[in-house]
């Protein structure tokens, strides 16, 4: 696999681990779920572990690849990365001596900016004073809907240098949300066969306040069958996509 990403707030991946389980409804049309079971049958080496049935699939068994931890270091230029667009760095099944490696990994290369993105806020909040923070990393939790509001409570106790929250697949509103001690915000809509729509009013409610607070804000997309149904205007304004260089500064 290409470690140049199409993900629009971010430039490459790096999956030091693969494969995952379910754990809450934004995980109902995982892409990678899809996307490993395709991997698998190609003969790619990294997905031929299968996750349970019931919670995962073909090719999507948790699996660290200590090999992978070399990778960001062959990388010349500067780059935004994506930690585990393949997996939870924070799943249950990698081991923590596993994450303070790649935590190590990311503190050895400053020139980067790694994004870590975890749907186990809990095991984060626990062990994230076991782990050196470097600055350069960014730790984000998803947030789908308001029953996963609580992780971002835990992610305000995370001692990183940059925080933020993906709302996306956004399945619902987010009332109540409180993004105090929060540095971006990225929300969607669901894309692919199966997707779920999201409403207009869902995303400017998160819009709203972010810009109350201050936050940085980014619109991925409106979702739908197709992946790429992006930006429309509402109410005669375009959505605010921050140019990544800038998403922090801007609020």
């Not at 996750?51 to 931890?69: E, I, K, M, V, Y």
């Not at 971006?184 to 306040?209: K, L």
Request: aromatic share 10%; proline share 6%; charged share 25%.
């Amino acid at each position: 696999m290409s470690d140049r990403s199409t993900i629009e707030w971010t430039e490459a991946t790096w999956n030091p681990t693969t494969g995952c389980d379910r754990v809450s409804a934004g995980c109902d049309n995982c892409y990678a779920l899809t996307l490993a079971k395709r991997l698998k049958a190609m003969g790619s080496a990294k997905y031929q572990n299968d996750g349970d049935p019931r919670t995962s699939g073909p090719g999507f068994g948790l699996t660290a690849h200590p090999q992978a931890l070399a990778v960001p270091y062959g990388w010349r230029s500067p780059r935004t990365v994506f930690v585990n667009s393949m997996s939870d760095l924070f799943h249950a099944r990698v081991p923590l001596d596993f994450v303070r490696q790649v935590f190590q990994v990311m503190a050895d290369t400053p020139q980067h900016t790694y994004q870590v993105l975890t749907k186990r806020a809990h095991r984060l909040r626990r062990v994230a004073d076991q782990l050196e923070w470097p600055a350069n990393v960014w730790m984000g939790v998803s947030v789908e809907s308001m029953e996963e509001l609580a992780r971002v409570d835990d992610l305000r106790r995370v001692p990183a240098a940059v925080r933020f929250l993906s709302c996306e697949p956004l399945l619902g509103p987010l009332d109540g949300l409180d993004v105090t001690g929060i540095d971006w915000v990225i929300a969607g809509g669901e894309s692919g066969p199966r997707f779920r729509p999201v409403r207009e009013e869902w995303v400017t409610g998160i819009r709203d306040v972010c810009t109350d607070a201050g936050v940085a804000f980014f619109f991925k997309q409106w979702g739908g069958r197709t992946p790429k149904s992006l930006g429309r205007e509402l109410e005669g304004r375009t959505w605010d996509q921050l140019p990544l260089s800038t998403a922090i500064s801007a609020g």
